[in-house]
């Protein structure tokens, strides 16, 4: 067996916080499956040595997160095979030399991938075990299935039987293993007993002293960048003063350091610059800010406990990030979803609402009333947060890091570069 301490890098970006979330995840797990083991670790993003546009892929991420339309097309067009085909092409053309020469291959002895754009081009470059686990639920890339991998985690059933179905990976190489979220989230959940239950009410209320909240709260979180929330923070607060209801605002503001800001200072949000969709998307309810009233906005940076958040206040209102959903169900806190990335993350928003656990609106007006009912209703919420329950998964990783270990002491990669080389080598005889 194996007598180095084995070094495993993750290859990931900070696309979004749920890839580097899922890292840090798997890590943990890692370690916690193997406390006798040793290893080294590190978090490795390949693209900003790479060549125009994908050095570029971060600051690219922010914009299109931000401009759903174009990420629509994008998103569309580049998940078509014509499209996937020239772009492993170009990537591969303009980008290997350069990624050949890191010194992570030849450090790393298991590489895991936790981002789509990073499957194809390690998986020519090394032949060390290579695992890909899709951080995404619903739906997703097709650029994950890149097939030289050892073994492919997919988070649900609906990935499963798309992945085996389009036949992109082979089915013994799929392993149906949940998304994996930081260890934490189990950990609090354990400790709250069941949001409802005897023990969770009384942990929950020690959780918000300790986060100086006081009464029920509302939380809102727009993914690691912190998009699309400012219009339903300032119709939330509206309607719940409307109805006379008490609350607080938590609004995690993640990377967007403008909106924290604004929402620090009370400033209206910047006018759309689409005329047409100024008019034709105009609020119903007013989405300018209030100074006072009784209902508070608490904004806040970029956290590193949102579990503790989930803990403590009462509604989520975010957009379907897999994993702000994933955490979100294991902790038991009832949803309200407000927008999805189109193709990526529309997958998503099925999966809430077939669980019943939470709702989806994008209008300004129904979000705000939902929420506010949600707020009077502790009935309703208790429900939907069993709901929630039911299907939250905090071991995921757990599974993940179970199979790499075994798959790293038996030796076992699961590449089959062999059989592959006698391939070419058959074809290229026969064709001479
Ligand atoms: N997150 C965090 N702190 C913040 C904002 C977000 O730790 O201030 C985490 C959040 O808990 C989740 C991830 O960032 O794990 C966001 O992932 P998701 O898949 O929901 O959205 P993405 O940002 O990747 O689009």
């Known amino acids: 067996s194996p007598t180095k301490v084995p070094h495993i890098i993750f290859l990931s970006a900070d696309t979004g916080g749920g890839h580097r979330a899922s890292a840090l995840s798997l890590n943990a797990s890692l370690t916690a499956h193997h406390l006798s083991t040793p290893f080294t670790s590190e978090i490795v993003n390949i693209w900003p040595g790479g060549a125009w546009p994908y050095r570029d892929l971060v600051e690219a991420y922010v914009h299109l997160s931000r401009h759903p339309r174009q990420w629509k097309f994008l998103y569309h067009l580049s998940n078509t095979t014509p499209y996937l085909a020239w772009m492993n092409a170009d990537t591969v053309l303009r980008n290997i030399k350069r990624i050949r020469k890191m010194s992570c291959w030849t450090?790393?002895?298991?590489?895991?991938?936790?981002?789509?754009?990073?499957?194809?081009?390690?998986?020519?470059?090394?032949?060390?075990?290579?695992?890909?686990?899709?951080?995404?639920?619903?739906?997703?890339?097709?650029?994950?299935?890149?097939?030289?991998?050892?073994?492919?985690?997919?988070?649900?059933?609906?990935?499963?039987?798309?992945?085996?179905?389009?036949?992109?990976?082979?089915?013994e190489k799929l392993v149906r293993s949940g998304l994996p979220i930081r260890p934490v989230f189990g950990e609090e959940g354990e400790r709250m007993g069941g949001r409802y239950s005897e023990q969770g009410v009384k942990y929950r209320k020690e959780k918000k002293e300790k986060l100086g909240l006081e009464g029920d709260s509302v939380l809102f979180m727009g993914g690691g960048e912190g998009v699309g929330m400012e219009e339903y923070v300032w119709g939330v607060k509206r309607q719940m003063e409307a109805e006379g209801v008490k609350s607080q605002i938590v609004v995690v503001c993640g990377r967007n350091k403008d909106l924290h800001e604004r929402l620090s200072n009370s400033t209206p949000p910047p006018p759309k610059r689409n005329i047409l969709k100024r008019i034709l998307r105009r609020p119903k309810v007013e989405c300018e800010p209030e100074k006072g009233g009784s209902v508070e906005i608490i904004p806040l940076e970029f956290i590193d406990n949102p579990q503790e958040y989930m803990v403590a206040c009462d509604v989520l209102v975010t957009k379907a990030g897999p994993g702000t959903i994933a955490e979100a169900a294991s902790l038991g806190i009832p949803l309200m979803l407000t927008s999805f990335l189109p193709g990526q993350e529309s997958g998503n928003v099925d999966i809430v609402l077939e669980a019943s656990f939470g709702n989806f609106s994008t209008s300004v007006p129904e979000?705000?009333?939902?929420?506010?009912?949600?707020?009077?209703?502790?009935?309703?919420?208790?429900?939907?947060?069993?709901?929630?329950?039911?299907?939250?998964?905090a071991k995921a990783g757990e599974r993940i890091a179970e199979v790499i270990w075994e798959d790293y002491w038996k030796g076992r990669t699961g590449r089959d570069f062999g059989k592959r080389r006698r391939w070419f080598r058959e074809a290229w005889r026969r064709m001479r």
Request: proline share 3%.
């Open 367 to 393: 979000v705000s009333e939902l929420v506010t009912n949600l707020m009077r209703d502790g009935g309703l919420r208790a429900e939907m947060s069993r709901n929630g329950e039911k299907i939250g998964d």
């Open 107 to 171: 450090e790393a002895d298991i590489i895991v991938s936790v981002h789509p754009t990073m499957t194809n081009i390690p998986q020519i470059v090394s032949r060390k075990p290579f695992y890909t686990v899709i951080t995404d639920l619903g739906s997703c890339h097709a650029t994950w299935f890149s097939r030289r991998c050892s073994r492919m985690f997919v988070a649900s059933d609906k990935l499963y039987n798309k992945a085996r179905k389009r036949g992109w990976v082979r089915t």
